[in-house]
């Protein structure tokens, strides 16, 4: 049973346009939504987060928007950059239960044409 | 603070050989975590722990066993080395169970 759904797999977009990314989840005690962001050769780093009692976080070029009803949350990165160019990755998760299993998406690969 | 850190960076190993990677985590979580990466995939948790002492396994943990015998240091160990254990591990800590998890550089293995 696939609990997470990430997608597109892959997106190109030009200098200055907007990259939308979407996750959908299926077990609804998760209370915790990130997405992390992953460069060649490195480890993923925690790039925006959601809890579920907003619709909506933005920080800087980066929002996260949450649809509690449809189980689902998506990233949008406005005026996208050469530098966005990386792997996303969602990673939904209950805090409430030590035993849950932490799933990631399958990744997005981003690349933003100068 | 230096994080975490992961060492090696790069190793090939035969097929049946064994080795450690280690872990070292100066942030004080009690959470800890090892994922594996294959190329053009999303991460895979092999095993956990949620303090020193107390480890439990993840989505894929044949052929590894982890041990906690500190709050800093989480190793993973892989027994009979195999080419399906060929992939970028990677080593994460986090304050609280599901929080903002802090990865690791990775150690890229390769088995042959």
């Known amino acids: 049973q696939q609990q997470v759904k990430q997608s597109p797999q892959s997106l190109i977009v030009q200098k200055g346009g907007i990259s939308i990314i979407n996750c959908a989840y299926e077990n609804t005690a998760f209370d915790y939504f990130p997405w992390y962001q992953q460069f060649p050769g490195k480890g993923p780093a925690l790039l925006i987060a959601i809890r579920p009692d907003v619709s909506e976080k933005k920080e800087g070029r980066f929002t996260i928007s949450f649809n509690k009803s449809a189980k689902q949350f998506s990233l949008h990165i406005m005026d996208s950059q050469p530098g966005d160019s990386a792997t996303y990755f969602c990673?939904?998760?209950?805090?409430?239960?030590?035993?849950?299993?932490?799933?990631f998406g399958e990744g997005t690969q981003l690349t933003v044409n100068p | 603070n230096a994080g975490v850190t992961q060492t090696p960076k790069f190793r090939i190993l035969k097929i049946g050989q064994s080795m450690t990677l280690q872990c070292t985590q100066d942030m004080n979580h009690n959470y800890m975590y090892w994922y594996r990466q294959d190329p053009g995939m999303g991460l895979k948790l092999i095993y956990y722990?949620?303090?020193?002492?107390?480890?439990d396994k993840g989505e894929v943990p044949n052929g590894y066993n982890v041990s906690r015998s500190t709050t800093e240091d989480f190793p993973l160990r892989l027994e009979l080395a195999a080419p399906s254990q060929t992939s970028v591990y990677f080593c994460?800590?986090?304050?609280?169970?599901?929080?903002?998890?802090?990865f690791g550089p990775g150690t890229r293995l390769t088995v042959t």
């Open positions: 990673a939904p998760t209950s805090t409430q239960t030590s035993g849950s299993r932490l799933t």
């Open positions: 994460a800590s986090s304050y609280y169970h599901g929080g903002e998890q802090y």
């Open positions: 722990s949620v303090g020193a002492g107390i480890t």
